[in-house]
């Protein structure tokens, strides 16, 4: 399978708890993005990554998320002490450069913060 | 600040009926405007893509229609299937730059056998 992958699919936190997602993108694709997707909203911006440079963050990534993505292949994205706000569905996209702007999403990763 | 509306929230079409979705924009440095589909538990899936430089694109039994004087662009699905039953998202980005999509806030397609 050469699709988006992401791990967990699942992840039920208490509240203050740190929590890691996993995003491991199309072999060779040199741009992933995270989106955070609530409920009956579309997906929305978060962060992306340019090979191993995060070139860009949402003022929806406060400073309780950080995403790496060394050697410019998976990516990760934690977020510190969370809260019931973060209860979302996270998802990853990655897309080639030179395809321009098609994207290709992962199933995402669903949150649950009690 | 929603860069991207879409109408309607939700849609009742008879099988083999039209599905039509809307979408407008704002920012007219966008230059690309793809429609995800979406199921229950799903990520998006790319569905058909358009940019500027032409009004229309056909795939199969989507289309997409697109008024750049008027910074809009709307999705017909025909011939309707039950399989299409779905959320529809639009989206919008400035494909020389970050390239991040800004979506709509969806449609939910439900096609009545």
């Known amino acids: 399978d050469t699709g988006v992958s992401q791990n967990p699919r699942h992840k039920i936190t208490k509240r203050g708890q740190n929590v890691t997602f996993r995003c491991d993108p199309i072999s060779e694709h040199n741009r992933l993005y995270w989106y955070r997707q609530t409920l009956g909203q579309g997906p929305e911006f978060l962060t992306y990554f340019q090979n191993e440079a995060q070139l860009e963050k949402s003022r929806l990534l406060s400073d309780r998320f950080s995403a790496e993505r060394p050697k410019g292949s998976f990516s990760t994205l934690e977020i510190q002490r969370t809260e019931q706000g973060d209860s979302a569905m996270y998802l990853c996209a990655s897309s080639l450069m030179s395809m321009g702007g098609t994207q290709y999403f992962g199933p995402g990763t669903r949150l649950l913060v009690l | 600040q929603q860069q991207v509306k879409q109408s309607p929230q939700s849609l009742i079409v008879q099988k083999g009926g039209i599905s039509i979705i809307n979408c407008a924009y704002e920012?007219?440095?966008?230059?690309?405007f793809p429609w995800y589909q979406q199921f229950p538990g799903k990520g998006p899936a790319l569905l058909i893509a358009i940019r500027p430089d032409v009004s229309e694109k056909k795939e199969g039994r989507f289309t997409i229609s697109f008024n750049k004087s008027a910074k809009q662009f709307s999705l017909h699905i025909m011939d309707s299937q039950p399989g299409d039953s779905a959320t529809y998202f639009c989206a919008a980005s400035i494909e020389t730059g970050a390239n991040n999509l800004f979506f709509g806030t969806g449609t939910r397609l439900t096609v009545i056998p």
């Open positions: 920012n007219t440095a966008f230059d690309y």
